[in-house]
């Protein structure tokens, strides 16, 4: 079983600050996904990245994925009340004709307007 | 990105009974998922919904109180069996696309309450 560790848990911080956050693994992972979910509804997929070192970037969000595809990061500039959410990465595994994803515990961030 | 919908959408039973929550994707997956996820919290995953075959349980989830069903590529049954207020949570489906990339995608979620 592969294991995920996100942090921060729990970030709260005002609007126009930025935060970044972690994802880190002892395993390698064919891709990492990012999710941010809103209470009510199911997780809704952000971004994939797949190549060691890719950075990709939505809006006011960044996302990369580290030069060993063992950890990823999500950075958001200038946050706003409409980014609270609770933020999951997951890794991908895939291999002998299956698949795994392995979630972090996620990140409960709030936007204080 | 596959368009998931789950029915019903919340739910509140009595102790002893079930319920089968429906999931049907829009799109064909390679793979469908059953995961329980408490507010707030992570998912676990519950198990692995094979087409035409039995469900791969995880660890700590057995068939016979978690049935499932995948019929075809695009549609799959989870029963909560003789629940108890344990069971009360979000089941959430979800499906796999190894195309273009290993993507997986998830439905709104059911909420259950047992009383």
């Known amino acids: 079983t592969q294991l995920l560790e996100q942090s921060p848990q729990f970030l709260s911080i005002q609007e126009g600050e930025n935060l970044t956050v972690y994802c880190n693994s002892s395993?390698?992972?064919?891709?990492l996904q990012w999710y941010r979910q809103e209470p009510g509804e199911g997780p809704v997929l952000l971004v994939t990245?797949?190549?060691?070192?890719e950075v990709k970037k939505l809006k006011r969000l960044t996302f990369q994925f580290g030069d060993a595809r063992k950890d990823s990061s999500l950075h958001i500039t200038a946050a706003q009340p409409g980014d609270t959410g609770l933020y999951l990465c997951?890794?991908?595994?895939?291999?002998?004709?299956?698949?795994?994803?392995?979630f972090g515990k996620g990140t409960k961030l709030s936007v204080i307007p | 990105s596959a368009v998931i919908s789950q029915k019903p959408s919340r739910d509140i039973c009595q102790r002893g009974t079930s319920l089968t929550i429906q999931c049907q994707v829009d799109?064909?997956?390679?793979?469908m998922f059953w995961y329980r996820q408490q507010p707030g919290q992570s998912l676990t995953l519950i198990a692995t919904?094979?087409?035409?075959?039995?469900?791969?349980?995880e660890s700590g989830f057995v068939i016979d109180k978690f049935p499932i069903s995948r019929p075809n590529l695009t549609f799959s049954t989870l029963t909560v069996s003789n629940m108890s207020p344990e069971d009360s949570s979000i089941y959430l489906c979800?499906?796999?696309?190894?195309?273009?990339?290993?993507?997986?995608?998830f439905g709104p979620g059911t909420r259950l309450t047992v009383l």
């Open positions: 997951a890794g991908g595994y895939s291999g002998a004709g299956s698949y795994q994803l392995t």
């Open positions: 919904a094979n087409q035409g075959s039995e469900a791969t349980y």
């Open positions: 395993s390698v992972f064919s891709s």
């Open positions: 990245v797949v190549t060691g070192g």
């Open positions: 979800s499906g796999h696309r190894d195309s273009p990339y290993n993507e997986q995608f």
């Open positions: 799109s064909q997956v390679t793979m």
